[in-house]
Every structure is written in structure tokens, then in C-alpha cells.
């Protein structure tokens, strides 16, 4: 009211503020939460000026939301390879062209084939395959080569081997990521839960201290993420030591200062929700199905049968009770339930 736009005017010449990008809006909220200069007045920021807003908070930490997009996973889509591998498998699938031996198992009458790999219990073998080509495509479509003297391995080198001169230029292939992965977890018998929660790890690392895994750094980077994930994941966590014994030419010392710079870095933020995990499981799924990574079929025998109808059969009857416990709170008198009732007597 008394504004020279108000509410009465028409919605095409009502002003239209420019949309800001969310780049604009943290720097605003960057600037609007730092601590005045003036001394003479007492400034105490409240807490909900510290925490970032939920569009931003998506937007740069993937790894503490569920929502959020992974960051493996838009690297990996951004490759050719698999883009002209996608429209290759579109065009035979509508021309009918055979592209080749089935290597996919499908069930019959006679057999059922079931995956092994589930997101309670991922099977090990694929689960380390598919968190190594993440990994992989991390290096590969890296934006710059940002890093830290700790994870560099020239200058805290994990063997006594010299390192050579181009060991910041050369991509490491998947099969080498995977070898040296794959090494640690049998040496320290980790499970494929732990190799999923060393892939958040990394990317919260990522995100947070604003660094590139590349050539230089993914050792000791992916040996940073398993240490603190088999710590965090397993009872009996391995101890540095241990991997000492594993990793014959690095220190103790080394270790330790290695872990406390990565626990600084991911400000201590350790937790992993379980939304978060099945979301970086199931994208995981989603990679191996990119570049043909199948996730082993077993055929249903008649002991794993069994195993599955009695959990069906478990959870049926655990489903019905909580219905029926929901169905006496909702009624208004507990009598009503099974109630006979008489035949009407005309008269």
C-alpha cells in the first residue's frame, strides 16, 4: 500500500528480480557470516548464520546427502567411451543386431538365477571392481591437479622403489587401481561394506578440502580412506601397524600423521547415513551397468530357497503383527474386533 508497485498491478509489469547463481548466493553467505571489525560492539553469530542453506549444502556435499548426485558417477556419464557405448547398445537393441555372445545370465522354467550382491551384504569381488572404476573416472576426468604434501607420494613414497620422473602426469589404469586395492582388502581382510564407505570418504575429502586425486596422490589418498573406513566400519578395526606389515616401506609415524591430516580435513565428520550409503551403493549398480560390469548370478538351490522363504516368511508375519497393532491404537474401543454379530429378529 502506498509503494508505487503494489499488489493491484498486473503480473507482467510486476518487477523480476535477476536469479543469482548458487556461486553468488555462497559468497553472499560468506560475507554476511564473517565477524565484524568493530570492537566496540559484542558480535555473536547465531547458529543458523553458520549453516549453509539447504540448496548449497546439497549442491557441494554430495557425500552428507542423500539427494545430491555423486560425484563418480556425473564423471563417469561425462565420458565419451561410455556415451558412444549407451548409443551403440541403443541402436542394436532397435535394429535387432545381435552384438554378440549373451555373457548375461537369464533365468528358465528350470533355473532361477538370483544376484549374490545385495546392499546389506554387496558382493566383494564387484563391489571393488566398481568402487576402483569410480575412482578411475575421479582421476580421469579430474578438473585440475590441486593437492597436499602429505599425499604426495614423491615426497612420502609408500615403497623404496624410485618413483619415476612423469608419476604426476601418467592416469593410472583401472586394472592398477584395482590391484593395489584389491590388495589391502585381502591383506587386512576388509569387507565390501568398508569399500563403500572408503568411496564416500574420498569424495567427502574431495569436497571438503578442495582437492584433485590424481596421479601424484591416489595412493595415499586411497590409502588415507581405508584406513579411516576399516576403522570406522569393522569391530576389529586393522591397526596402523598393520599396515605396515602390508605396506612394507612405510612408517608407523608416517601413518599416523597421514590419518590425522585426513580426519582434519573431513572436519571430523566420519558419519555416513544409511540413505547416504545405499545411494553411493545403487550408483555403483548404475556404473557397472555403464561399462558392462555385471554383478555375478548365482542359480537358486534349494537351501538358498529355503534361507529365502523363511526370511519372507519372517517378515510377512512381522508386517502383520504391526498392522494389527496399528489397527487396535486407531480403533476407539478394542471390544470391536472380532465381534459376532446376531441375526436381526423381524417382527
Known amino acids: 500500500m502506498g509503494n508505487t508497485v503494489s499488489c493491484c498491478v498486473s503480473p507482467e509489469s510486476s518487477p523480476k528480480l535477476p536469479l543469482r547463481q548458487p556461486a553468488e548466493r555462497l559468497e553472499e553467505f560468506c560475507t554476511s557470516t564473517e565477524v565484524s571489525d568493530d570492537n566496540t560492539v559484542p558480535y555473536l553469530q547465531h547458529i543458523s548464520d553458520r549453516e549453509l542453506p539447504e540448496e548449497l549444502a546439497l549442491e557441494s556435499n554430495p557425500s552428507d546427502h542423500?539427494?545430491?548426485?555423486?560425484?563418480?558417477?556425473?564423471?563417469?556419464?561425462?565420458?565419451?567411451s561410455v556415451r558412444d557405448k549407451r548409443r551403440s547398445n541403443h541402436i542394436n537393441h532397435i535394429t535387432h543386431v545381435s552384438p554378440g555372445p549373451l555373457s548375461k545370465k537369464y533365468s528358465s522354467c528350470s533355473t532361477i538365477f538370483i544376484d549374490d550382491s545385495t546392499v546389506s551384504q554387496p558382493n566383494l569381488k564387484s563391489t571393488i571392481k566398481c568402487v576402483t572404476l569410480a575412482i578411475y573416472y575421479h582421476i580421469k576426468n579430474r578438473d585440475s591437479d590441486r593437492s597436499l604434501d602429505i599425499f604426495d607420494e614423491k615426497l612420502h613414497p609408500l615403497s623404496r622403489e624410485p618413483v619415476p620422473d612423469d608419476y604426476s602426469y601418467v592416469d593410472p589404469e583401472h586394472k592398477l587401481i584395482y590391484r593395489f586395492v584389491r590388495t589391502l582388502f585381502s591383506a587386512a581382510q576388509l569387507t565390501a561394506e568398508c569399500a563403500i564407505v572408503t568411496l564416500v570418504y574420498l569424495e567427502r575429502l574431495l569436497t571438503y578440502a578442495e582437492l584433485d586425486i590424481c596421479p601424484a596422490n591416489w595412493k595415499r589418498i586411497i590409502l588415507g580412506a581405508i584406513l579411516l573406513a576399516s576403522k570406522v566400519w569393522d569391530d576389529q578395526a586393522v591397526w596402523n601397524v598393520d599396515y605396515c606389515q602390508i605396506l612394507k616401506d612405510i612408517t608407523v609415524e608416517d601413518m599416523n600423521e597421514m590419518?590425522?591430516?585426513?580426519?582434519?580435513?573431513l572436519q571430523f565428520n566420519i558419519n555416513v547415513p544409511a540413505s547416504v550409503y545405499a545411494k553411493y551403493y545403487f550408483d555403483l549398480r548404475q556404473l557397472a551397468d555403464d561399462n558392462n560390469l555385471s554383478f555375478p548370478l548365482e542359480p537358486l538351490n534349494n537351501q538358498r530357497a529355503q534361507k529365502l522363504e523363511a526370511i519372507s516368511r519372517l517378515c510377512e508375519?512381522?508386517?502383520?503383527?504391526?498392522?494389527?497393532?496399528?489397527?487396535?491404537?486407531?480403533l476407539s474401543a478394542d471390544n470391536l474386533i472380532g465381534v459376532r454379530r446376531s441375526n436381526a429378529v423381524l417382527s
Request: aromatic residues 8%; proline residues 0%; hydrophobic residues 35%.
Open 317 to 330: 508375519d512381522k508386517y502383520k503383527d504391526l498392522s494389527r497393532a496399528a489397527m487396535r491404537r486407531s
Open 259 to 265: 590419518e590425522r591430516q585426513f580426519l582434519e580435513l
Open 66 to 80: 542423500a539427494r545430491a548426485s555423486t560425484i563418480f558417477l556425473c564423471k563417469s556419464q561425462t565420458d565419451v
